[in-house]
């Protein structure tokens, strides 16, 4: 007999959970893709992309995933052979700082660990000893989804402005936006990236960057741009062709103008209010298991811990068996610990993650709280008591 019979729930940290009028967006036929319904729709986007982002400034889209927008972002904005700082505070740090590599480009990193987030103080030391100016950009997640670290950017912006150093600020957003408060214009940051699948609540298939008006000066700069990540014509396209570098992902772009009209309904400050208070319940739940066991957060400090990802140990292997319980017998899945062991060592079945991001409301969380606690009774893993009672005072405060 198994219990997981019904919708299941997919908890892991993107894709994230679709919302009914995201899914029935996409149900239609094909579009013109030259003219018509597609351009007004496709202009509103961009429209609404911009307020979620906080930002005045440009935005263009891919057809990509995140890892496609860490291409666009180096690409409009640096030669090869010219060199990026890159503070890494997770596997997708070093992820970012191989693409620059694989660009041709000089790659520092300071590296914070899995399990801290950035010193701004050591980033600005960093560029105080850049005495020729040879960085030309610092590259940061500015949640990293593997650890679930959120890094402080008006910190980082700040230590950047008092050296006086001219290096563009660039913020992988990938898990973030939408989910943890983000100010593009107000921090500071000259490039934020992110893609459909997290906090935008769409299929995995769209990334987006958006930039500011220094970035658009070193993009001018530029003698040569590879042409398919060209932002110069995606942001201001003279026909809509230009928007996607070819043919729009007609089916994305319904789905996101669903996602948006959502977003916008409930208000960003509203979002960002919902998706604190959900990942406290959850914190607070995981506090409590932790006190009789082996469960511990990566990210002690919740001032450093993400609202969209929340990253956990168990003694391994429990954390792979409640992973594996909690998917067969009750219909929910839970996140692998992704990039804070070896694939397939004994300590990775010792990690995984919880997503907490867009679609999401209270009895979801708590839903999803109740199977993993039932998980631990019914594997016999070591826990403290009152995890859901903790995780009840928080909603109830809401």
């Not at 959120?150 to 973030?176: E, F």
């Not at 062991?341 to 990690?351: K, M």
């Not at 991001?357 to 893993?381: K, T």
């Not at 903790?390 to 909603?395: D, E, L, P, S």
Request: glycine share 10%; with cysteine.
């Amino acid at each position: 007999m198994s219990l997981s019979h019904g919708r299941g729930y997919l908890a892991i940290p993107g894709p994230s959970v679709m919302p009914e009028s995201v899914l029935r967006a996409m149900q239609r036929p094909a579009p013109n893709i030259y003219e018509g319904e597609i351009v007004g729709v496709t202009e509103t986007i961009t429209r609404d992309l911009k307020y979620v982002a906080r930002t005045q400034h440009d935005v263009a889209m891919y057809i990509c995933n995140g890892h496609g927008v860490w291409e666009a972002a180096l690409a409009n904005t640096l030669r090869a052979g010219e060199t990026v700082l890159v503070a890494a505070t997770g596997r997708f740090g070093h992820g970012w700082a191989d693409v620059a590599r694989g660009q041709g480009m000089d790659v520092q990193i300071a590296e914070f660990g899995k399990s801290s987030p950035l010193d701004p103080a050591a980033v600005g030391a960093a560029l105080r000893a850049d005495t020729s100016r040879k960085i030309k950009a610092v590259l940061v997640s500015h949640v990293d989804t593997s650890g679930g670290i959120l890094n402080d950017i008006p910190a980082l912006r700040a230590a950047m402005d008092d050296t006086g150093h001219p290096a563009l600020l660039m913020a992988d957003c990938v898990a973030s936006m939408g989910c943890d408060r983000f100010e593009m214009d107000a921090w500071g940051v000259d490039v934020a990236v992110s893609a459909s699948q997290k906090g935008l609540m769409t299929p995995p298939g769209m990334g987006i960057v958006w930039f500011g008006p220094k970035a658009a000066a070193a993009r001018a700069a530029l003698d040569n741009v590879p042409r398919y990540w060209d932002w110069a014509k995606r942001a201001r396209p003279a026909m809509y062709y230009e928007y996607w570098g070819g043919t729009a992902p007609t089916h994305h772009v319904f789905a996101l103008r669903a996602a948006l009209d959502l977003m916008v309904e409930e208000g960003i400050e509203a979002i960002w209010a919902r998706h604190d208070r959900l990942a406290r319940a959850i914190w607070a739940a995981c506090d409590a298991w932790g006190q009789g066991g082996s469960l511990r957060f990566n990210m002690p400090d919740p001032a450093y811990r993400s609202r969209a990802v929340t990253a956990l140990s168990l003694a391994a292997p429990d954390a792979t068996r409640l992973r594996n319980w909690v998917e067969e017998k009750t219909g929910v899945t839970l996140g692998i610990g992704l990039g804070m062991a070896e694939p397939g060592s004994p300590e990775a079945d010792g990690f995984f993650r919880i997503g907490h991001m867009g679609h999401l409301n209270a009895h979801m969380v708590m839903g999803m709280l109740g199977v993993v606690q039932s998980a631990f009774v019914a594997l016999d893993i070591a826990h403290g008591a009152g995890g859901l009672d903790a995780a009840t005072q928080v909603m109830a405060k809401a």
